[in-house]
């Protein structure tokens, strides 16, 4: 430097920033440096919304883009307590400022239409079109409405599904606050892969749960097309012990699983379980990824997104990633942590990605807190590792079978401090 | 431009861009810190804020891991972390204390 004045050398340095940022580095592998790479995230769930924060988080110089219709986010976790009566909507509503004002991710309120995989774009609702380097789409689930005669999002209105949270949510709780007392309450539930697979048993416990303060001789008739297995079995105990004979379960797998329904008669029919007559049915219909996924080209003909399970990279389409309930990560099941998981995943890959980098091994975390009552919870855990490609669970498992009441009274304070953790990382709160 | 400045320019281009391809790959997060962002789901942002579940930030690293040991071994009674960190290395258990004991006060 003894050569160049120091005035001089800021000259310098401002020059070779102009170059720079001008033209892009261009770094071994083809990965493209020191330009502002565009990142289009859609949908604002736990997915997106976790994705988009961790982009800036672990990138700031990215521009980060996420689209989402609503203005505010309605949580699917804690929606039974809504039911139940113990929280208000108000409790599982969030914002999308933290985001913004915290991480500086832009926030677009809209739907997108289309999606253009070849000319990196996509077309959104109001006739704008936008620009992308990488896009990320997380849009949740579609109900298959057409596997079930008789059910459609109109007749929904009469027997909801309360499977996305909001005005669903309402629904279903205002049909509850109505039922007179000695009424029977169906819970019909899908054969997996659908989104959240405890939360129909949460349902069942929490809706007994106000039901047996408030209505206690009404009942419930649960049919759970995923069968039988080990968590349910901890359930039932559950059950058994604080609302005995209200709570009946009815194997709806295989040949019970519901194929009509009727809205003025408020039944339900299957092969087996014969035709079930309610005073409220809460019909949750068999499920797909989010329509945007298929319009985009992204769904295989199981109506789900085949994705690296190391980056979420769609095997599909070049340059997106799908994560959230919408893609295939099994055995990571499709909850709001998982997707939450992905978010951290992908936008960890991607950055690592555009700066030429090699992803590490970690570990892809998943926890499942269901609520029985206000004071006991059970938990599921499950830690990934990718093995040649394909995550394998390496650890997690269920909460102990046999445990004291202050333990679960223990799951149920942590369910509370998880819903707090997974919003405020989610959202970008701090 | 002077021929001698062109040089001199061409130079520094070539110092500042790998200067900025260092910064640039310094910004892909690297295995501790996306282990620990996995923790943040739970126990809130930079280990914080989620109430009934403890705190991470501020403790000693000796804690973290004798805590973390304590779980996966089972001499540590717990609900959902025994779980959890059956998954982990020594290494990476390691890794993880020194990562939150290393975050401001």
Redesign the interface.
Known sequence: MN??NRR??IK??G???V??TTSG?I?PGGAI??SKARVVVVGGGFGGATCAC?LRR??S?LDVTLIEPNNQFITCPFSNTVLAGIKSLDFITHNYDGLHKNYGVKIIHDTVISIDATAKNLKLKNGKTLKYDKLVVSPGISFNWDEIEGASEENSKIMPHAWKAGTQTTLLRKQLEAMKDGGKVIIAAPRKPFRAPPAPYERASLIAYYLKKTKPSSKILFVDSSGDSEELAMFRKGWEKLYKGMIEWVDGSEQGEIISADAKTLSLTGRTVGNLKGDIVNLIPPQRAGDIARVAGLTDKSGWCPVSQQNFASRLQKDIHVIGDACIADPMQKTG?SA??QG??CA?AI??EL???TM??????V?IYSLLNPKYAL?S?G?Y?LKNGKLKQ????L?AKKASRK?RL??A??A???Y???T??TFG?? | MKRN?FM??MA??AV??LF??NA??A?????AR??A??C??????NGV?????PELKGLEKSDITESLLGFRSGDEKS??MG??????SDDEINMLAEYFAGLDK
């Open positions: 050569q160049i001089k050398f310098l340095l020059a070779a920033g170059a720079s580095l770094l440096a020191g961790y672990y990138d110089s942590h939450n998981t951290k995943i960890a950055v690592t700066s030429g980098g590490p091994d970690v570990t892809y975390n926890s938990s855990a830690v590792r390496v650890a997690g498992g909460s333990t223990k799951e304070r942590f509370s401090g998880w707090k953790g997974i405020m990382d709160k701090t | 400045t001199q320019l520094f281009s500042t861009s900025l391809t640039v790959m910004e892909a997060p690297d295995k996306i282990m962002d996995a943040q789901t739970c126990h809130g942002p804020g989620s109430g009934k579940i609900t959902i779980r959890y960190v059956k998954a982990l």
